[in-house]
């Protein structure tokens, strides 16, 4: 079943009028984790937080469906209610369902006394991505989009969020991450690997069992799905 289908879309920073994304085009089932990479600039982030409705940008044109509803009439709530989720760079309040979520720190490797404390008080770079994780299981999301969550980790930090990930995945969950680095993708190991450049898709790469890369222009939808089996 398709989860999210983005068709030509643009998009511009609200205040300057800067075009920054130049027609994505994307296709996630339930169930797939993409990753996008690219170089800095290319318009990752920018993609990401067009997707929760950041109000920093503005769309300029294209769709964007999410469970067959379009996802760009909805408020940034509306869409978390939704199922999508995004990781926080300055994670929100966690809310006080302590039972819920001290099942789920054993999850994230995290001690419970974590609840103690104040939210992102005292936390190290590894803690407050394990806490963005958190946040994910708590929430349950249908697609999470994982905005460089390798970025300051070590490597022991990075396996353990890894894990986390992999731990949260069910048949229904999907997950879009955003990373500049491979090593991430050696433990969330996506289906699908696509690359930005200039703000738009222009390479799709199939992992697994049948790599393969769908050239320019063509959307993932383009690959024969039937193949991999
Ligand atoms: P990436 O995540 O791939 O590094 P971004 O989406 O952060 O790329 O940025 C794409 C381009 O848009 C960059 O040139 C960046 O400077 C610019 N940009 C993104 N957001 C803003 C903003 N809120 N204000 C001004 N420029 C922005
Ligand atoms: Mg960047
Ligand atoms: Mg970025």
Redesign the pocket.
């Known amino acids: 079943k398709v989860l999210l289908e983005v068709k030509d879309l643009t998009a511009k920073?609200a205040?300057?009028g800067?075009q920054?994304l130049k027609g994505v085009n994307l296709v996630i089932y339930e169930g797939e984790i993409h990753a996008i990479m690219?170089?800095?600039?290319?318009?990752?982030?920018?993609?990401?937080?067009v997707l929760v409705g950041h109000p920093?940008?503005e769309v300029t044109g294209g769709t964007v469906l999410f469970k067959g509803e379009n996802l760009l009439d909805m408020e940034p709530e509306e869409r978390s209610l939704a199922g999508l989720f995004m990781s926080f760079q300055s994670p929100v309040e966690i809310p006080g369902f302590y039972d819920y979520v001290s099942r789920r720190l054993k999850i994230v490797n995290m001690d419970t006394n974590f609840l103690n404390r104040n939210v992102n008080e005292g936390f190290s770079g590894g803690e407050k991505k394990r806490n963005e994780i958190l946040q994910l299981a708590v929430l349950g999301a249908n697609l999470a989009i994982l905005?460089?969550i390798d970025s300051g980790l070590d490597v022991d930090a990075l396996q353990d969020v890894g894990e986390a990930v992999n731990e949260l995945l069910t048949p229904q969950k999907s997950v879009l991450m955003?990373t500049h680095y491979r090593r991430l993708l050696d433990i969330i190991k996506p289906k699908f690997v696509h690359i930005?450049e200039d703000?738009k898709i222009v390479k799709t790469a199939l992992m697994g069992k049948i790599p393969g890369v769908v050239e320019k222009g063509k959307i993932n939808d383009s690959i024969d799905r039937t193949s991999e089996l």
């Open positions: 920073i205040d300057s800067l920054i690219g170089k800095n600039g290319s318009g990752k982030s920018t993609f990401s937080k920093d940008y905005d460089e955003v930005m703000g």
